[in-house]
């Protein structure tokens, strides 16, 4: 089918040139990475850039870089590229998990991590791992460069913080410093591909402070405080579970749609924070578990 | 309009493009390469899986201004000069009735046997998990890949 929408293709090699685009065609100018969904955008005419800016070659936006204090995934890297390096499914699980529950192989080929940040849709998959990371988004424009924390990005659906002469260049994810365990739990009407009806991030250290965030369940994928607040500093146990079950509908918003209906979607919230706890803890004991289908399906 | 240049199925291609003209269109309809079909349009169905550098794509969600100096591969490079084990076995286990899904499913199917030489029935269900098909309810398709991993040397 024919894309009705026309607009003009830059190319630019260097991060200065990208940014004086941007300051030029402001919010008229979309940013093209994987493309994955501005192609659906422009095509249903949710969108209609002007210029579309295709960052796919510029030098300083790199891929992956893992580094001393972390990984810094940038604006180029594919979720493929995330699933394809044994460092990061060896120390951010977590991540590793939430980027091989996206779609299916050929999407994943070439939609970026970043690029799910920006559309920012509730039910992106790697919120959850970002926000149990506590990373940090990176952004440019010709003004200079700044840094978002993760939490502070979700505003709204498909709102960010970022503005529109800016570019995300990449995301910091700062690396765990003690022994830790992680895993991403999501909710699919079917194994393969879907869009998540829940998505759950649990991360556990030495210490026993838990990180928990959750997606496709309220207009931005967040952390559960209140549950994260009663677990710390305590080993689980049946009834310390129960009552942190308990909280799940304060942490949550789920609203009903051709996914599901928003007390299904609540009562497996619980259960996701049931299965994924005792995933942590018996991972916390070196033991190997595959998450694939600890939900059914 | 603007030319672009780039490997098609191991020939290097000259051709006119506006900017929103998919992958998909361009290689249908300004290059004559009709293996990948139009599904649902939208990156969920997989019939317009082509290969970008070696790794499967949605053609429906590419530009293809963006392919410039890149290679694509398409099922009619698959199939020169001959055709693969892989589509050889498809056919033995009758694995396509309509066959509309059968390019794009190939296409994964190979991605999937060069990275990993013999996978497991869920490793399989996993890889084709973005390749809808609505005749055969995918039994035929599974049988067939895995046959080729086990005729493949270990």
């Not at chain 1, 790697?126 to 003004?143: E, F, I, Q």
């Amino acid at each position: 089918m024919a894309v009705v929408h026309n607009f003009e293709y830059y190319k630019p090699l260097k991060l200065a040139e990208t940014l004086k685009l941007l300051k030029k065609y402001g919010d008229k100018a979309k940013l093209l990475a994987g493309g994955t969904d501005l192609a659906v955008f422009i095509k249903e005419g949710v969108l209609f850039p002007e210029a579309v800016i295709d960052i796919k070659h510029v030098k300083e936006l790199q891929k992956l870089e893992l580094k001393k204090d972390g990984l810094f995934v940038g604006a180029q890297a594919s979720f493929s590229d995330i699933l394809e390096s044994a460092n990061i499914k060896k120390d951010y699980l977590l991540l590793w998990e939430s980027a091989r529950s996206v779609a299916s192989v050929g999407i994943r080929n070439r939609a970026t991590l970043v690029g799910n940040i920006c559309s920012a849709v509730p039910s992106l998959d790697s919120g959850p791992a970002l926000l149990c990371y506590d990373a940090v988004v990176h952004l440019a424009s010709t003004k200079g460069e700044r840094e978002v924390p993760i939490s502070e990005w979700f505003l709204a659906p498909r709102r960010t913080a970022m503005k529109p002469d800016e570019i995300v260049t990449g995301v910091f994810i700062p690396k765990p410093k003690i022994k830790n365990a992680g895993c991403y739990l999501k909710l699919g009407r079917y194994g393969g591909e879907d869009l998540a009806q829940a998505g759950l991030g649990v991360f556990v250290n030495d210490k026993l402070e838990y990180k928990l965030a959750y997606c496709a369940v309220g207009p931005v994928p967040k952390r559960a405080a209140k549950i994260e607040k009663l677990l710390k500093g305590k080993a689980l146990s049946t009834v310390l579970i129960a009552k942190a079950m308990s909280l799940v509908p304060e942490e949550i918003a789920p609203i009903a749609d051709i996914r599901s209906g928003k007390e299904y979607r609540i009562h497996m919230c619980k259960i996701m924070l049931e299965r994924g706890l005792e995933v942590c803890t018996e991972r916390m004991k070196g033991k190997i578990i595959d998450t694939l289908r600890i939900l059914g399906g | 309009m603007a030319k672009i240049k780039f490997i098609l199925n191991n020939e290097m291609r000259t051709v006119d493009v506006e900017p929103n003209e998919t992958l998909l269109d361009v290689l249908r309809d300004k290059m004559g390469v009709k293996s990948p079909k139009c599904g649902c349009d939208r990156g969920d169905c997989g019939a317009c899986a082509v290969m970008i550098d070696g790794k499967s794509v949605r053609s429906c969600l590419v530009f293809a201004i963006e392919v410039n100096g890149q290679e694509v591969t398409t099922l009619e490079g698959i199939s020169q000069p001959k055709l693969t084990k892989l589509q050889e076995a498809f056919i033995q286990f009758n694995s396509f009735q309509c066959g509309y899904c059968a390019p794009g499913v190939i296409i994964s199917a190979t991605e999937l046997l060069n990275n990993n030489p013999h996978p497991d029935l869920e490793e399989i269900k996993e890889a084709l998990s973005g390749n809808l098909c609505r005749c055969t309810g995918y039994q035929p398709i599974f049988e067939a890949i895995m046959d080729v991993s086990r005729k493949r040397k270990k």
